[in-house]
Nanobody, 113 residues
Framework: QLQASGGGLVQPGGSLRLSCAAS????????MSWYRQAPGKQRELVAA???????NYVDSVRGRFTISRDNDKSTAYLQMNSLKLEDTAVYYC?????????WGQGTLVTVSS
């Protein structure tokens, strides 16, 4: 199971950090990803962090968002800086690995002045 948290209301230019806590002992083997879905839009991949330490970002957040993970705590993070109005969405974490493709419940990020 995945438990996402950290969403909220923030002004443009502000920051938030999302967390995704996983249960189980195989966390280090998972690719951890963050997706988001804005109203009326399809869910999109925002950032991913593979078990080998590789990261990838969608162009619209590169340089502003940072994905990280703490394998000892079985937790993934998404640090979001310089937030824009268009970052408003429900953010979901995903764990992909041997025998698992799990989703968190989503956490709402609202960027508004």
């Amino acid at each position: 199971q995945l438990q996402a948290s950290g969403g909220g209301l923030v002004q443009p230019g502000g920051s938030l950090r999302l967390s995704c806590a996983a249960s189980g002992s195989a966390f280090s083997m998972y690719t951890m990803s963050w997706y988001r879905q804005a109203p009326g839009k399809q869910r999109e991949l925002v950032a991913a962090f593979t078990s080998l330490g590789l990261t990838n970002y969608v162009d619209s957040v590169r340089g502003r968002f940072t994905i990280s993970r703490d394998n000892d705590k079985s937790t993934a993070y998404l640090q979001m800086n310089s937030l824009k109005l268009e970052d408003t969405a429900v953010y979901y974490c995903n764990a992909l690995g041997p025998g698992i493709n799990a989703w968190g419940q989503g956490t709402l990020v609202t960027v508004s002045s």
